[in-house]
């Protein structure tokens, strides 16, 4: 294996979170404001409120019991939000200020399942899972009805338009529909016609109709003031929500009178052809009685008079594409459809065009990949047979649909704007970004026998790309001439894929497949726990790379030398050399399966993911793990580098996409930068000291947040003749963050004692001078007084024995009598 090159570049040290891809709507209520620029929905135990202009999450609401939110509704008036969750509480919102105005009890003994206002925003009903129907006074703050009699859960409340009438409908599980007289406390009557769940009720401009749908099938129009049905409308589906339009003339939707229309959203439709003409995203059909056929996820547009369908809007099949919610906004003029598949989609109302989509859940996240040129957007496979394309500037999510069973793997070629996918379905599909970003799949293919579960592109030029599959066969697929050249097939004309080689090569599931960066060489990864490498494009195999204990994750190529990566579910990764097919460097340091391995750095480092939820970077010279990032609760199946190398994406079973940005030279710019304010600090520190400006230096030393530096300020202010007095006037004129933080410091000089001086003297000034009540008030005072206390209480100890020891000194001194030193003899002179 080559050493890396001095100088190629710079070893990363770690990335921070860029952006963040997170769910945020998991089923539930979906609700448009009137103005059409904010996106209510829920998700778990949170109300998100979306941007629709940029799709940002602006707000998210969370009562404070973190129970999930069952039901929510937002005031005509756009101003009052109202949510209701497990725990059986109500919440009122200021939802532009994220604040909870009021707090009370559902009185409900379940659950509320549906609640809606009244015209006027004043009056709220509440419907619950105990079959009651409740009424509350907003403004006031009290409850004004009790309505019993519903049996089962009541899911479906609807006040009349007109709010002088005061009447309220609900619908419970036995299928009929109640009106209610505020009036009278009754209820006036029970409307039968449906023969299941009733899903929607909706009102003319007058007041006068009202129109039911259901699962049964069928849409009943009632007279509001006999209530009576006058016309049931078979529509042939299950319908979920059903949506009275103006009534004026619309052509893209086939509204060509001034009679009542209506639209519809299920699951599936029948419908005859037999005048069609185009309408934009709509085409007007009327009905007649010929071979029905199946479509998925329709949006219909009915004449009620008739009972005719006017208008189908065409959507392509596949699974999760079913319609589970409709809404109109009047006054911003669209409509919102909701997907089973958690897909939100706005429309124009008069015509169907549609203007926006939101991806509210991913589910599982299995394969992320960097598109276009300049890395500009991504695209996102998931637990879904739709794919997801996401523009990093703006987030505009666009959603794909061709396959028809779960995305597994996707690969990018090149240059960035052709990109490959591979399912379930045992198919694979080739897609391509025009300059405006939008995504259109050009070529289709099949032929494996199994689910194809992992697929890579040629990396010279866009010639050819791979696919492997449980069938235990790789093959190859040449990229046709037409996708190439700038005369490209008509839109939405199909190119087919014809396999050029197919290639038995392992006993086992084949997880991964690599193309050497030459184009030549073809290395596979199987559930046999062996890789191998093949030579390209009759995949003749060329030798075996055996070590790992456990099956292949993962397997790539060096950019820059003759290495191959592999990840295993035994937790390793290991580098090979494609020269012997020895074993070179085995990277162990996740707890589970590595699911995932790319080269940065230009080789010289690896980023590796794993089920474990972690992400993590090695440097190969020294088998060093640089940086573990950690932000995925599950299994960590994508993982994508941009082309400059400076980015990574990461993909995870948490439904949660992440950008990751390299903030190697940003950290070591600000460490550096770090570095050199705490010179010219110490530099500034040390002429203050020298110029006996203690309060400027203590300052300046306690912002250094240095302790041993505050203590050398602290010790050459007791030096000075009048220690005490400047010491008091110095510590009193400090700020009171700064205070907190010198009691802190004095914490630590206290548990030394050739320190706890200087701490007992800062204690001495701050106990004289500060009031009990301030400093009690300063954050962490109690966990810093229990620090003081038994090392002050032990150093006072050692200065009394001191003391002792020194008094009884004293007292030896001074009651010490020395005996009187005998005489000298006296000689006289005449013995000298």
Known sequence: MAEPVAGVGRFKANYAVERK?????????????????????????????????????????????????????????????????????????????????????????????????????????????????????????????????????????????????????????DATIRAWSLQDQSCLAVMTAHYSAVTSLTFSADGHTMLSSGRDKICVIWDVRSHQATRTVPVFESVEAAVLLPEEPAPGLGVKSKGLHFLTAGDQGVCVQARVGSRGWGRSVHWSASSPRPLTGLLRVWEAASGQCVCIQRRLPGPGQELTHCALAHRAGLLLAVTADHNLLLYEAHSLRLQKQFAGYSEEVLDVRFLGPEDSHIVVASNSPSLKVFELQTMACQILHSHTDIVLALDVFRKGWLFASCAKDQSICIWRMNKAGKVACVAQGSGHTHSVGTICCSRLKETFLVTGSQDCTVKVWPVPEALLSKGAAPEGSLVLLQAQATQRCHDKDINSVAVAPNDKLLATGSQDRTAKLWALPQCQLLGVFSGHRRGLWCVQFSPTDQVLATASADGTVKLWALQDFSCLKTFEGHDASVLKVAFVSRGTQLLSSGSDGLVKLWTIKNNECVKTLDAHEDKVWGLHCSRLDDRALTGAGDSCVILWKDVTEVEQAEEQAKREEEVVKQQELDNLLHEKRYLRALGLAISLDRPHTVLTVIQAIRRDPEACEKLGATVLRLRRDQKEALLRFCVTWNTNSRHCHDAQAVLGVLLRHEAPEELLAYPGVQTSLEALLPYTERHFQRLSRTLQAATFLDFLWHNMKLPALPAAPSVAPSAL
């Not at 209520?29 to 135990?45: A, E, W």
């Not at 999450?57 to 969750?85: G, K």
């Not at 919440?91 to 409900?108: D, P, V, Y």
């Open 21 to 173: 891809i997170e769910p945020f709507y998991k089923g539930g209520k979906v609700q448009l404001d009137q103005t059409g620029q904010h996106l209510f929905c829920i998700c778990g135990t949170k109300v998100n409120i979306l941007d629709v202009a940029s799709g940002a999450v602006l707000r998210s609401l969370e009562q404070e019991d973190q129970e999930d939110i069952t039901a929510f509704d937002l005031s005509p008036d756009n101003e009052v939000l109202v949510t209701a969750s497990r725990a059986l509480l109500l919440a009122q919102w200021a939802w532009r200020e994220g604040n909870i105005t009021r707090l009370w009890k559902a009185i409900h003994t379940a659950p509320v399942a549906t609640m809606a206002f009244d015209p006027t925003s004043t009056l709220l009903a509440t419907g619950g899972c105990d079959g009651a129907v409740r009424v509350w006074d907003i403004v006031r703050h009290y409850g004004t009805h009790h309505f019993r009699g519903s049996p089962g859960v009541v899911h479906l409340v609807a006040f009349h338009p007109d709010p002088a009438r005061l009447l309220l409908f609900s619908s419970a599980a």
